[in-house]
């Protein structure tokens, strides 16, 4: 009976230990495969679609704003992103020169395993409030590995096909709770702005491998400029 017992056991733990490298394997490798796979379709796709697009009426080159100032005027007149969709392009040199990945509407679980999400009910890129993303710290792509890295000055970049939008980050990042749905607003309480403008949030989950709290970051609109005129020079150089 005694060996009848601890045969059951050596072979539960044999178990439980594949699954655990099997699950582990998944987290590690299985989704950065499929996250890099769903992201290079979404920007395929995006690149496709910018391409059958008709012309757009150029605004005036150098729109900016600051923390302090009302938000600038947008060129192209707003309207609602299809759900599970990437709209848009989201650079970040600071975490490394070839590093984009794509902006698609929604925070679910689908929508941030194809890409950078943006909360919905959230200022589009260049308008008026506050233009909030979201994106994994670890597995599915670990697009936002690198966050504590983010510096005051640095400069984020949205390509939307028509225009170039340019953020300016302000603060290191923020460590607060989920339950912290005030980082959304349109002036966020604990961002240090205290006027109506064109701002940043960026999303992600503290520590790396847990959800008990998040990383804020925000930052304040200080250029928009049709992608005919080309890239930013900040992203170019």
């Known amino acids: ?9 050596v072979e539960l733990c044999i178990t439980v230990g594949a699954l655990i490298v099997l699950l582990t394997c998944y987290l590690l490798f299985w989704t950065n495969i499929a996250a890099d796979q769903a992201m290079a379709g979404e920007m395929d796709r995006l690149q496709q679609q910018w391409s059958q697009d008709q012309p757009q009426v150029a605004a005036t080159p150098g729109v900016s704003a600051t923390p302090s100032a009302a938000a600038s005027p947008t060129p192209v007149t707003p309207t609602a992103y299809p759900p599970g969709q990437a709209f848009a392009v989201l650079y970040i040199p600071r975490f490394g020169r070839d ?4 902006i698609v509407e929604g ?5 941030l395993q194809k890409g950078i999400g943006h909360y919905t009910g959230t200022a589009e890129p260049g308008q008026a409030g506050n233009f909030a993303l979201a994106g994994h710290r670890r597995t599915w792509g670990n697009p936002f590995n690198d966050f504590p890295l983010l510096r005051p000055g640095d400069r984020i970049y949205v390509d939307d096909g028509h225009f170039w939008y340019v953020y300016q980050l302000d603060r290191t990042p923020l460590r607060t709770l ?3 749905v005030g980082v959304l607003d349109p002036v966020p309480p604990e961002s240090g702005y205290t006027r109506p403008g064109s701002y940043l949030t960026l999303t992600t989950c503290d520590p790396a491998w847990g959800h008990s709290h998040r990383l804020i970051e925000w930052g304040h609109l200080v250029s928009t400029t049709p992608v005919s005129e080309g890239t ?6």
Do not use: N, Y
Request: aromatic content about 4%.
């Open 232 to 237: 930013p020079r900040g992203l170019s150089s």
């Open 107 to 111: 925070t679910g679980v689908p929508d």
């Open 99 to 102: 590093w984009r990945k794509p």
């Open 178 to 180: 989920p339950t912290d």
């Open 1 to 9: 009976m005694g060996r009848l017992v601890a045969r059951t056991l």
